[in-house]
């Protein structure tokens, strides 16, 4: 334990955004250090149930994704936010932490920020703490996602001022409404980048009698996904294996169908959307409505989201710059205020 | 005219109120139309943006661009010239102190603790080196350090320095002794004790009624010796081989715990211990108080 603490004079504090899709580490003083696919191959030497060793983390492990042979197994350990597999979120985790301290003189102790998503139980929160714990951390701090994603968008969260936020992640979609440095109404949802690749599979099934897979599904969306009509819908050949034939066959796919596989998924986020306006106190109600709504998270990357968002509550909705790092800049920022904040931020576990 | 707008770079504002002014809207419609309050669009088109955070004054800025079909690209060039209010992260309620500032003291102290270690290390790996290489037995004697005589000095505010040559085990009583006499004998006694420790002190260079004894051991022994007045001189096991010189005023009360180990000089002449032994623990009188020269000095011995 003394030597715990020894150890953590010379580590550096963490912001970790421990995403569905992506893992994003934020060094104290040193900005965002690590952007990599929250994927974990493990490797098993003897068969299945035999013990197992982490092979490739983070972009290797993405490129092996849906092209394994039988002894290796590619790894989402999180799902929806939130801990799916134990064991290799806290091998993930000991790795970028690692990664990110070039000392090996020193195993490195560092105070860890992770951020978490504001409707995890408990339950998952302690898995989440604990993990991060295993990985070497000395001490975990937890912080709600939409919060840090509005502080590092850049909206000034201290005011008496309501503003709302709304982070379109990998696994779920956070909505919150946020005031004098904490969240007055929080929801999330569990929808995400990964339902709308889910979403696009199931349609080029349907439509196309065609199997995808979630990469080419991902290239897609990133491609010519949109919420939005567009006027001049864009199109993307993509090669999938025929059901019917069994063989490998091109299809191609345009934006507007894109949006209608998407439409449903679209849908639950701007239910969510609503249901804050609605339950939020008036008061701060009017000061969104003036403000507007900021979208983050890779989801705000979605061409015409802020558009669909806009059309359906009459609110000004804009995507933050580089929304891809807010949660993690905003954990950073948390992170550096931290001495003197006495914890504004953080969330309780 | 075409001349001069390209000549000065357009702010945003200005491109969107001429592109607002050339469709024909007011303000209350064109907030309408991008869903901004009026009154935000005005100060965009005036300039007036410090007040608004900057993260809204882009967004702002790209949907008021859109409601009016101005080119986004054109509007992106023009970007840098907006300003909107920096983000700050602050606390509402109270400011706690100074943790932040309290971990880097505490790095680099530990820093400077972990090199003054080091250094100590260093320095006492090589003083040890020396110290063997000159050999144990001539620094036994010098059980002082320049550090440890300095009190003694004290009064007169007269301190010889001289290269000291330290044992590190030096026995604790034998410094009190020096203390002990440079209370009485100020830089005199301090003089007298340096030259006990160089190996240099004569008998006539010792001021009248001082005597001087040398204890010489083959074995371990346990040696104590009180000088006249009473005062402790040695309370020390002398390890073998050793040699230690003592000087001071007599009578000297002494105590040898393994008499047969020990030869004792009473101002270089040796003493018979043989009838103060028994059991092989001398206990004997030196140097009676009204004995100021040799002769009686024998006597005593004799005695």
């Known amino acids: 334990m003394v030597f715990k603490s020894l150890r953590g004079l010379f580590s550096n504090d963490l912001s970790i955004d421990l995403g569905t899709a992506n893992t994003l580490i934020y060094v104290r003083g040193q900005g965002i250090v690590l952007n990599e696919p929250s994927v974990v191959a493990v490797r098993m030497d003897r068969g299945p149930g035999g013990p197992q060793h982490v092979a490739a983390v983070g972009t290797a492990a993405k490129q092996m994704l849906g092209r394994t042979p039988g002894n290796i197994r590619t790894v989402r350990p999180l799902k929806d936010g939130v801990i799916a597999d134990f064991n290799m979120t806290e091998a993930l985790l000991q790795h970028f932490i690692r990664r990110v301290h070039p000392s090996r003189f020193l195993r490195p102790s560092p105070r860890v920020l992770v951020c978490v998503p504001c409707s995890s139980t408990q339950v998952e929160r302690k898995a989440i703490k604990e993990s991060a714990e295993g990985a070497g951390a000395r001490e975990v701090f937890l912080v709600e996602e939409p919060m840090a994603a509005a502080i590092g968008a850049g909206i000034p969260v201290h005011e008496a001022r309501g503003a709302m936020v709304l982070d379109i992640g990998g696994g779920t979609s956070e909505v919150a409404v946020i005031s004098l440095n904490g969240l007055v109404y929080s929801n999330s949802v569990r929808v995400g980048g990964d339902q709308f690749d889910d979403a696009i599979i199931n349609y080029v099934r349907r439509n196309y009698g065609t199997l995808i897979g979630e990469a080419t599904a991902e290239r897609i969306k990133i491609k010519i996904g949109c919420a939005w009509p567009d006027e001049e819908p864009e199109s993307m050949e993509v090669s999938g294996r025929n059901l019917a034939e069994g063989v490998p066959r091109n299809i191609t796919i345009t934006s507007n169908e894109v949006l209608e596989a998407m439409n449903e998924s679209l849908s639950s986020i701007l239910e969510a959307v609503k249901t804050a306006l609605e339950q939020t106190p008036p008061e701060l109600c009017a000061d969104v409505a003036e403000t507007g709504i900021v979208l983050t998270g890779g989801g705000a990357l979605l061409r015409g989201i802020d558009r669909l968002i806009s059309e359906e509550t009459g609110l000004p909705v804009f995507p933050a710059d580089d929304p891809l790092t807010c949660v993690a800049r905003g954990g950073g920022k948390a992170l550096e205020m931290m001495d003197q904040n006495d914890g504004d931020f953080f969330a309780s576990n | ?303």
């Open chain 2, 1 to 303: 005219m075409n001349n001069q707008k390209e000549l000065i770079p357009m702010q945003p504002g200005d491109l969107l109120r001429v592109r607002r002014e050339q469709a024909g809207l007011t303000l209350e419609r064109a907030g309408e139309i991008s869903r901004i309050k009026p009154s935000v669009l005005a100060a965009i088109e005036s300039g007036e943006t410090a007040g608004i955070p900057s993260v809204y004054l882009r967004g702002y800025i790209r949907n008021y661009a859109r409601a009016l079909a101005v080119d986004l690209a054109d509007i992106e060039e023009r970007m840098e010239h907006v300003r909107g209010a920096e983000p700050t992260v602050q606390s509402v309620f109270s400011v706690k102190s100074t943790r932040g500032r309290t971990e880097t003291w505490l790095k680099a102290s530990s820093y400077l603790a972990a090199s003054a270690i080091i250094a100590a290390l260093a320095w006492q790996f090589t003083h040890e080196a020396v110290r063997f290489s000159q050999g144990d037995s001539q620094l036994t004697a010098a059980a002082v350090t320049p550090a440890e005589s300095a009190p003694a000095g004290k009064d007169e505010g007269v301190v010889p320095t001289r290269p000291a040559s330290t044992h590190l085990s030096a026995s604790i009583a034998s410094v009190e002794v020096m203390q002990q006499r440079g209370e009485r004998g100020g830089a005199a006694a301090a003089e007298q004790a340096w030259a006990a420790i160089d190996g240099k002190a004569e008998v006539t260079g010792l001021e009248p009624g001082a005597h001087q004894i040398m204890v010489k051991t083959s074995a371990d022994s346990w040696v104590e010796i009180l000088d006249g007045q009473g005062a402790q001189m040695e309370l020390d096991l002398i390890r073998a081989g050793h040699e230690r010189t003592y000087s001071g005023s007599g009578p000297f009360q002494v105590m040898l715990g393994r008499a047969s180990a020990v030869e004792l000089t009473l101002d270089g002449e040796p003493v018979d211990l043989a009838p103060h032994t028994s059991g092989d623990v001398a206990r004997l009188t030196l140097a009676g108080e009204s004995a100021p020269d040799d002769s009686v000095t024998a006597d005593s011995v004799k005695r």
